[in-house]
Every structure is written in structure tokens, then in C-alpha cells.
């Protein structure tokens, strides 16, 4: 089993539509959770992150986390083409530096 | 500006050969990471430093070397050791506090292929 596990996608969603992207994780210790955006060819940039359960709402964008059930999504609003891009989800797991990665899932936004 | 920054963004070079990629940051960040990424995959740490003149083996550090002797600077050495250093490679920094490490931030990257 994967750490960090995404669906690699792609999610193709409508312009307008929400958008939401999943996570799950193996280790019950992990303490930080982040979603990065990563458009082709670029790096990744820090969109999000989460360290207590519940809901984080900025802008569009609204992270969740429930850490009994080891999973943690980013629903994006009002979604634009401008959106599309890969998302990462990472998490750093207890008492330490690193982040686990998952994969990413590709999002599309068609017009 | 504040910000990371890596150089070049792309570079080749002939097998056999090291190469040293640069990361520089001027956010007063105490913590910086190296990382790697390949066509599908998503991101694996090579080496990481949490304070100058310390660093710690990540999980593919084989045929990778770094050096911080000052806090802005985390050059990566991509040895001939390396079997296979074709790849997106990415530096991050971070605030690390005394108990927790904080958002890691990403440099432009470095596209390097050996041929």
C-alpha cells in the first residue's frame, strides 16, 4: 500500500462545476496535510494546508480533513480553465521534517 | 523579492560526467530539501537539511551529494554514480520551528538530461 494514494485522473469537470480531489493516507500519525498546484513543465506551488480536522476554506478553495478515516480532499469552486493542472497532495507524518507525496490527479476544466 | 531560486533551468550533460545544481534562497528559511521528479511520479526526497553544516539522507540519496555551509545555499551534486539522473529536479525550503517544520516552498526547478 501506497503512503500517500491519489487518482491520477484525469477529472474533467465543467467550467463553473466543483471540482474535488481526494487523498488518503496510511500512517495515523501524520500531522500536516497540503495540497500543492503543479501546471505542466512548472513546479509545484502550496495552495493549501490542514492540520486539524474539519474544514479550511480560502477563496475557492476548501480543505478537508478527517483523520479517523485517513483522508483529506480539496474541493475547488466555481472552477475555471485556469484551474487545470495537476494537484499534489503531501503529508509530513509525525516528528518529522519530510513529506510524503502522492502522485497527483489531473484536473481539467473544459469551457 | 523574496523567493527561491535555481539555476539553470536546463542543462545537459554527458554520461559520466558530475553536474552541481544550484538553490539559493533569501527567505530566512532554516530547513531545505531536494527532490526529484519523473514522468508520472510524484515527488521523492534526495537530501535534506534542517540547519547549516547538517544534512540528512532522504529516500533515494544514492549517487546524490549536497553540502550547506551557508543557510541561503543548498547545491545538489548529481554524481556518475547516479544510474539513472534524467529527471525535473525541484529545492524547497522551509521555516522550521522548534517543534514542527512549516510550509515547504518550491524553487522553478532544474530540468537535467544526461545523454
Redesign the interface.
Known amino acids: 500500500q501506497k503512503e500517500?494514494e491519489q487518482n491520477?485522473g484525469p477529472l474533467s469537470v465543467p467550467e463553473g462545476a466543483i471540482a474535488s480531489l481526494n487523498c488518503t493516507y496510511s500512517d495515523r500519525g501524520s500531522?500536516?496535510f497540503?495540497w500543492?498546484r503543479q501546471y505542466s513543465g512548472?513546479?509545484?506551488?502550496?495552495i493549501m494546508?490542514i492540520y486539524s480536522n474539519g474544514d479550511k476554506e480560502d477563496g475557492r478553495f476548501t480543505a478537508q480533513l478527517n483523520k479517523a478515516s485517513q483522508y483529506v480532499s480539496l474541493l475547488i469552486r466555481d472552477s475555471q480553465p485556469s484551474d487545470s493542472a495537476t494537484y499534489?497532495c503531501?503529508v509530513?507524518t509525525h516528528n518529522t521534517?519530510?513529506?510524503i507525496?502522492?502522485?497527483?490527479t489531473r484536473l481539467q476544466v473544459f469551457p | 523579492d523574496g523567493g527561491i531560486t535555481q539555476s539553470p533551468k536546463y542543462l545537459f550533460r554527458k554520461e559520466g560526467q558530475n553536474v552541481t545544481l544550484s538553490c539559493e534562497q533569501n527567505l530566512n528559511h532554516d530547513a531545505m530539501y531536494w527532490y526529484r521528479q519523473d514522468p508520472g511520479q510524484g515527488l521523492r526526497l534526495i537530501y535534506y537539511s534542517q540547519i547549516v553544516n547538517d544534512f540528512q539522507k532522504g529516500d533515494i540519496a544514492e549517487g546524490y551529494s549536497v553540502s550547506r555551509e551557508k543557510k541561503e545555499s543548498f547545491p545538489l551534486t548529481v554524481t556518475s554514480a547516479q544510474k539513472n539522473p534524467t529527471a525535473f529536479y525541484l529545492c524547497a525550503s522551509s521555516i522550521r520551528g522548534q517543534f514542527r517544520s512549516y510550509e515547504q516552498y518550491f524553487g522553478p526547478g532544474t530540468r537535467l538530461t544526461v545523454t
Open positions: 500517500v491520477s500531522q500536516s497540503f500543492y512548472k513546479s509545484p506551488e502550496l494546508f499534489l503531501a509530513r521534517d519530510k513529506l507525496f502522492g502522485t497527483g
